[in-house]
């Protein structure tokens, strides 16, 4: 076998290159903010919800209820708007010739992670609205109506963008090992 010429040296690193460290480090922080938002939602789905699904309706819309303004911070913000936003931030700096194969990845990655967003504002975020409703002087019956219109569809929605946001760390992550050309 012989040895390569420094021209198709150049070019055998030109072709596994990444385009730039800055759009680099946008995917890898897409990637993780992803992986951390589906780790929650996963959380929530086979340990959080379970558990609160084994209390009386009152303690369960308490506790739903002091979740859902504890999580409302920089942190939970910053990884839930950055999953769409530095996802879109990639695909910026990969929008370039020779990239197009990754950024049809990051593409998909990022209609998944709107997917998930989309999710959270207009199904879930509106179902914590209405079960914050709740007041101490509200009766048994009116607190097992407000859980039952809440908790199946929260858990089934919860789900779905768990989901999304699952399969968009796995498209990201494949994302940075595809090859760039140029």
Do not use: C
């Amino acid at each position: 076998m012989e040895r390569p010429t420094a021209g198709q040296y150049r070019q055998l690193m030109t072709f596994t290159k990444l385009p730039q460290p800055l759009g680099t480090t946008a995917l890898i922080v897409a990637l993780l903010s992803s992986g951390l938002l589906a780790g929650l939602y996963y959380a929530y789905a086979v340990s959080v919800m379970p558990a609160l699904g084994a209390f009386d309706d009152r303690t369960f819309i308490d506790v739903m209820n002091k979740i859902n303004v504890v999580i409302v911070n920089p942190p939970f913000l910053l990884t839930f708007l950055g999953s769409v936003g530095f996802t879109a931030l990639a695909g910026a700096f990969y929008f370039k010739p020779g990239a197009r194969p990754v950024l049809i990845w990051i593409g998909i990655g990022l209609a998944l992670n709107l997917a998930s967003l989309a999710v959270t504002s207009v199904v879930n975020v509106p179902l914590n609205d209405k079960l914050a409703t709740a007041t101490a002087s509200s009766s048994p019956a009116d607190l097992a109506s407000l859980r039952q219109q809440f908790e199946t569809s929260w858990v089934r929605w919860n789900m779905i963008r768990a989901l999304a946001n699952t399969a968009a760390t796995g498209v990201l992550a494949w994302a940075l090992a595809v090859p760039v050309r140029g």
